[in-house]
């Protein structure tokens, strides 16, 4: 069964801080990653998006990491702002035209 | 342009009405999706529209009916709705359908229904 699964399933930091978010598949065939900033009642938004031949990829504060072998990826934050205070969704696609979104880890950054 | 609009932004109805959700976005984009979300869970796909036919549509119940009129243009008609169908219901587009490509999604429609 194709599954996203996302962790912590909430996470707190203090302003300034890094963090990280772990997100593990189990779909297959693979065909990309994507990490999206969901903020409260808002749409998603894209931060990055990865095919299985791509290690790392950053967006300004933001680096997503994908190891295709152990079918892992991660979201680590730089140096968090108040404003990054979201729910961050990891999506994989696979060979169809559905994206299976993971459960998403609510971030809180506190001043 | 790197915008998809959404309206209304919120929405209450009642059982016996009947509205529609629209959702435009002027980038050139060929394929446009509905998903509907509740509080604290991820989007939940219901109908994909590529190069304005309908190419997915999840077994959605058929109090939901979509419609592309045009490649810009995207609706959702709703009838008879329950009230476990209050959600907040995203539209989204991308230049293709999604293999390899950004979904751009709206800000979504806050559905009540009472």
């Known amino acids: 069964k194709n599954q996203v699964e996302q962790s912590p399933q909430s996470l707190i930091i203090l302003e300034g801080k890094n963090c990280t978010l772990q997100?593990?598949?189990?779909?297959?065939?693979?065909?990309?990653l994507r990490w999206y900033k969901q903020d409260t009642g808002r749409g998603p938004v894209s931060l990055t998006i990865m095919t299985f031949s791509e290690n790392t990829k950053s967006n300004g504060r933001y680096t997503a990491t994908l190891d295709a072998d152990t079918k892992q990826s991660s979201l680590h934050i730089t140096a968090s702002q108040l404003s990054d205070s979201a729910s961050y969704i990891c999506v994989v696609s696979g060979d169809t035209d559905k994206l299976i979104f993971g459960t998403g880890t609510r971030l809180q950054v506190f001043p | 342009d790197t915008e998809v609009t959404q309206t209304p932004k919120h929405l209450v109805m009642g059982m016996t009405n009947k509205k529609s959700l629209k959702c435009e976005q002027h980038m050139g984009h060929r394929a446009m999706y509905w998903y509907k979300q509740k509080a604290k869970k991820p989007p939940e796909l219901m109908f994909v529209y590529s190069y304005e036919k309908l190419s997915i549509n999840e077994s959605v119940p058929s109090r939901f009916s979509p419609e592309c009129p045009n490649s810009s243009l995207l609706n959702l008609h709703l009838h008879a709705l329950q009230p476990e169908d209050s959600a907040l219901y995203l539209c989204a587009s991308s230049q293709e359908p999604p293999l390899g490509y950004t979904q751009y999604f709206g800000p979504g429609t806050r559905l009540t229904v009472l």
């Open positions: 997100c593990n598949y189990t779909v297959s065939p693979f065909s990309n």
